[in-house]
């Protein structure tokens, strides 16, 4: 904090107050007269850059004659006294946290469910329990715990509590300096990032075996029409609902397109044409499915993917086939998930000659993402040549 106490005008001196920034400033002779007032800025070095840019304002309006109070009132209106917490009023909190995301944010509800409810429900545990965390840091430090080898879920954890006290304190005036996750807590408490796991690439054996062991139901078929878009043409998860039948602009067959773009950082990716790359059997013949005619015709029904994003990890996850691949691909270090009929239709495009430029544009990424993300060699493709 040694920045802080730099920047301070002649006679103006900050401390530490319980976790707040405490602002004395003197005048007179010898700096006989003087006032102090607790600013409500966390004594920590990401609040820094905010207290210099205040002090600055407070001592223009001193300087100019007014009162160091009546400034402070200038810069933050008469605010509410703080309440102190109490273990009785924290449910409570947690009830109008979750009526607010879902007016403002209008969050869905299994956005609630998996992204704030567990960690909120262990934070009330423990605030309303014995020994109950004084601060935020403790509290959230306690909660964290619970999931110690999980980097992704420590830190929806902290982003979701993070929330809950920022609403606590400025809507409910709960005690700023006990109550505030500075972000040096958060990044300690976060701990190391996770280690980049490698997607698996199943073989078209092992795609062609799970969907054959998928019930004979109607949402089982509607599921086997989503794995066989994903497989043959390489689509997202979140892309299959959006697909639509187009007529080819060269042959004038039926052909699929997908106009859905995804949108990141880098920018957003275009609309494309689809192309098919068909699986091979045990057998060695390649696969034959009609999906073109199917949907044309309007009988390709799907489960819905957009609405419910986890929804077809759910799926996935009961079918016992894919839960043996699951577990055999985990013994190797890799990680079978939806996205892995993505990779493995990389792969596929790949080994028989398809070039990583119209494999970019077919799949909608860049060449770059193309080469640094999917498979598109193996081990055995060298050993073949060996």
């Known amino acids: 904090m040694a920045r802080l106490r730099a920047a301070c005008p002649k006679g103006w001196s900050v401390k530490d107050s319980r976790g707040s920034i405490r602002l004395s400033v003197r005048s ?204 043959l043409y390489g689509l997202r998860p979140v892309e299959v609902n959006s697909v639509v039948v187009r007529e080819h602009p060269t042959t004038g067959e039926p052909a699929l397109y997908c106009p859905r773009v995804k949108v990141n950082k880098k920018g957003q990716t275009k609309p494309r044409w689809l192309m098919p790359l068909p699986l091979t059997a045990t057998s060695g013949d390649q696969v034959e499915w009609n999906l073109v005619g199917a949907m044309s015709i309007g009988q390709l029904p799907l489960p819905d993917m957009v609405g419910n994003k986890y929804a077809l990890r759910t799926f996935l996850d009961r079918q016992p086939v894919w839960v043996e691949l699951k577990k055999q691909y985990a013994d190797c270090g890799e990680w079978l998930r939806g996205y892995s009929f993505r990779n493995a239709y990389s792969l596929r495009g790949h080994r028989v000659g398809r070039h990583p430029e119209p494999m970019s544009v077919a799949m909608g990424h860049s060449l770059q993402t193309h080469i640094d993300s999917y498979e598109w060699c193996k081990a055995e493709d060298v050993l073949e040549h060996i």
């Open 28 to 231: 007179g002779a010898g700096g006989a007269n003087g006032v102090s007032k607790t600013l409500p800025l966390a004594w920590a070095a990401d609040t820094v850059a905010e207290a210099v840019a205040l002090i600055t304002r407070l001592h223009d309006s001193v300087e100019s004659g007014v009162d160091l109070a009546d400034a402070l009132d200038r810069e933050f209106g008469s605010a509410p006294a703080t309440q102190h917490s109490s273990a009785s009023q924290w449910p409570a909190l947690a009830e109008k946290f979750h009526a607010d995301l879902m007016a403002l944010s209008q969050i869905k509800d299994v956005t609630w469910e998996r992204g704030y409810k567990p960690y909120l429900d262990r934070a009330i545990e423990l605030l309303t329990g014995a020994n109950a965390p004084p601060n935020a840091k403790a509290l959230v430090g306690a909660v964290v715990k619970t999931w110690p080898d999980k980097p992704g879920e420590r830190k929806k954890a902290i982003d979701s509590l993070r929330k809950f006290l920022e609403f606590c304190v400025e809507d409910h005036h709960m005690p700023a300096a006990s109550w505030t996750l500075t972000d040096r807590a958060a990044k300690t408490l976060r701990g190391p990032a996770a280690k980049r796991r490698e997607v698996a690439c199943p073989s078209d054996t092992e795609i062609l075996r799970l969907m054959d062991s998928l019930p004979e139901t109607d949402a089982g078929q509607r599921w086997w029409n989503a794995i066989a878009l994903m497989s």
